[in-house]
């Protein structure tokens, strides 16, 4: 048994990001698996976060009262947490994890990203891609582990009540995601229009926050109604839109394996995604979704394809859920984790 101190910051005002509750559901399973657990965080529980398995502290000055062997920290796209994690694990002679969550694109202080993942005990990736470029840093592959993925769904879903609420025809396209440009959500934007010139039915739906200024005024001034702006979603309404949606569709172009697509395969669903460094690691083209360049046509075409082609696009999505169902838990995660501390952090 260990003492495990999970850190890790908020991003969007508050909302959660695939990398937090990667961090949350995690430190959940490590607390089942009979660890002692605590979080050092400013952001929110999710829903369904177990409270009660762990303390919860929101300075480094608190969270030494914990006296953590292990100090985990998570996501590079926020530097400042995880070297406060890093001073911290100094000072408790405590081993330094790191899960670094988002590609170097993404960090704002790409040396100081470098540098902590040179500095830690061990460093978690999710694809072998990821497990490349951190060896490029300097990072001895035997400090390195992979780990699997898992779905983050909260509840039932209610795809009946979700089609009664918004105006969704009988196809329907959804991203969800930080609105961003490498996301791709302009390029959907763009794409829609292409699709109906084939399919006019289709409903388009977007989800998540505006990550730029020039998201909110890109919504704003559309005005046909098979465009859907859901907003930010909390665990219900994604849960609902991934069971009522046909295709996900998340164009990105900066990515290490986004968590929304594990979502999607456990609902059934299949994906299309960008071509990302290590897409080939995440998505099986062909067989649990198609991968696209990152223009309105190249999408357009791939989207056109599935929603076309009912046995097709069933048979990515179930694909996608059986590799869910055979490989892909929070116990089979944190397993991973757990099995990766070094020998000296107990």
Do not use: N
């Amino acid at each position: 048994m260990r003492r495990i101190l999970t850190a890790f910051g908020c991003i969007d005002g508050g909302q959660t990001s695939g990398a937090q509750r990667m961090a949350w559901r995690t430190t959940a399973a490590l607390a089942r698996r009979g660890h002692q657990t605590a979080v050092m965080t400013d952001a929110q529980l999710p829903a369904g976060g177990d409270a009660e398995r762990w303390r919860r502290f929101e300075t480094a000055g608190a969270a030494q009262t914990f006296a953590p062997d292990v100090v985990h920290a998570y996501d590079l796209a926020q530097p400042v947490v995880v070297q406060r994690a890093k001073e911290l694990a100094d000072r408790a002679g405590a081993c330094f994890a790191l899960t670094p969550a988002s590609t170097p694109e993404w960090w704002p202080d790409i040396p100081a990203g470098e540098r902590l993942c040179r500095q830690a005990d061990v460093v978690y990736v999710l694809t072998a891609t990821e497990a490349e470029r951190i060896r490029a840093l300097g990072v001895d592959p035997a400090r390195m582990r992979r780990l699997p993925s898992a779905p983050d769904l909260v509840g039932r879903p209610d795809p009946a009540a979700f089609r009664a609420r918004y105006p969704v025809s009988d196809r329907s396209v959804l991203f969800l995601g930080r609105r961003v440009a490498a996301k791709g959500y302009r390029t959907l934007l763009d794409a829609a229009p292409l699709v109906w010139a084939a399919r006019p039915d289709v409903t388009f739906l977007f989800a998540g926050p505006y990550g730029e200024p020039a998201a909110a005024p890109a919504f704003r001034t559309v005005t046909d109604r098979r465009i859907v702006d859901l907003g930010v979603v909390d665990d219900q309404l994604k849960h609902d839109a991934l069971a009522a949606c046909d295709v996900f569709c998340l164009p990105t172009r900066a990515d290490v394996f986004p968590l929304v697509f594990v979502e999607a395969w456990a609902l059934g669903k299949p994906v299309v995604a960008g071509r990302f460094p290590g897409v080939g690691d995440v998505v099986r083209d062909g067989v649990d979704g198609l991968v696209v360049d990152h223009d309105p046509e190249s999408v357009a075409a791939h989207l056109l394809d599935l929603l076309s082609d009912d046995a097709k696009r069933t048979a990515l999505g179930r694909a996608g859920l059986l590799r869910v169902r055979a490989e892909m838990s929070w116990e089979r995660v944190a397993e991973a984790v757990e099995a990766g501390y070094p020998g000296r952090c107990c």
